[in-house]
T-cell receptor, first 116, second 113 residues
Framework: AQKVTQAQTEISVVEKEDVTLDCVYETRDTTYYLFWYKQPPSGELVFLIRRNSFDEQNEISGRYSWNFQKSTSSFNFTITASQVVDSAVYFCALSEATGGGNKLTFGTGTQLKVEL | DTAVSQTPKYLVTQMGNDKSIKCEQN?????MYWYKQDSKKFLKIMFSYNNKELIINETVPNRFSPKSPDKAHLNLHINSLELGDSAVYFC????????????FGPGTRLTVL
């Protein structure tokens, strides 16, 4: 069965600090997809990134970057120069390519608080 | 234009009542989902429909019945509401039933008194 672990329940940083959110996953499939979603205080779920298991290249989008390492089954998310608007709960999620019906399995989320 | 919309945004009701939550997507997607987020913010899939056909049914009590009149709509009807049903319910859609990105609606906060 697939599983996603986000060991950091809550992280507090001061604005402009860099912060990394950890995500470790378990799956028996060789083909799978990993996602990050952001849930700001307003409550909606905002898609950030989708990465398939064959693409281990790191990705950067503005202040956001993602480090995918199959060897350690991790898909970590770094925010550079954090801002107060980054305060949110961040969810990592996994979808298996076969037989899963595109079921997203979510981690328990990491609450990020960015303070002035 | 809102891509995935849900109504109502808030729903407060008494135990034992029956209620429905509606979801619509204008993305032209074939697959729609319902997820439940509990008080600890844990998100878990409940149902998935592809072109009006049930694909995923995750050990949800049969008091919950999804209905898909067409591929742009997926409604959730809940009978005999219980206190434990209080949660935020999210609708989502994706292009197909493969591992495509799911886009979520704003959520419906259900409170059962």
């Amino acid at each position: 069965a697939q599983k996603v672990t986000q060991a950091q329940t809550e992280i507090s940083v001061v604005e402009k600090e860099d912060v990394t959110l950890d995500c470790v996953y378990e799956t028996r499939d060789t083909t799978y997809y990993l996602f990050w979603y952001k849930q700001p205080p307003s409550g909606e779920l905002v898609f950030l990134i989708r990465r398939n298991s064959f693409d281990e290249q790191n990705e950067i989008s503005g202040r956001y970057s993602w480090n995918f390492q199959k060897s350690t089954s991790s898909f970590n998310f770094t925010i550079t120069a954090s801002q107060v608007v980054d305060s949110a709960v961040y969810f990592c999620a996994l979808s298996e390519a076969t037989g899963g019906g595109n079921k997203l399995t979510f981690g328990t989320g990491t609450q990020l608080k960015v303070e002035l | 234009d809102t891509a995935v919309s849900q109504t109502p945004k808030y729903l407060v009701t008494q135990m034992g009542n029956d209620k429905s939550i509606k979801c619509e997507q204008n993305l032209g997607h074939d697959t729609m989902y319902w997820y439940k987020q509990d008080s600890k913010k844990f998100l878990k899939i409940m149902f998935s429909y592809n072109n009006k056909e049930l694909i995923i049914n995750e050990t949800v009590p049969n008091r919950f019945s999804p209905k898909s009149p067409d591929k742009a709509h997926l409604n959730l009807h809940i009978n005999s509401l219980e206190l434990g049903d209080s949660a935020v319910y999210f609708c989502a859609s994706s292009r197909g039933q493969g591992p495509d990105t799911q886009y979520f609606g704003p959520g419906t906060r259900l409170t059962v008194l």
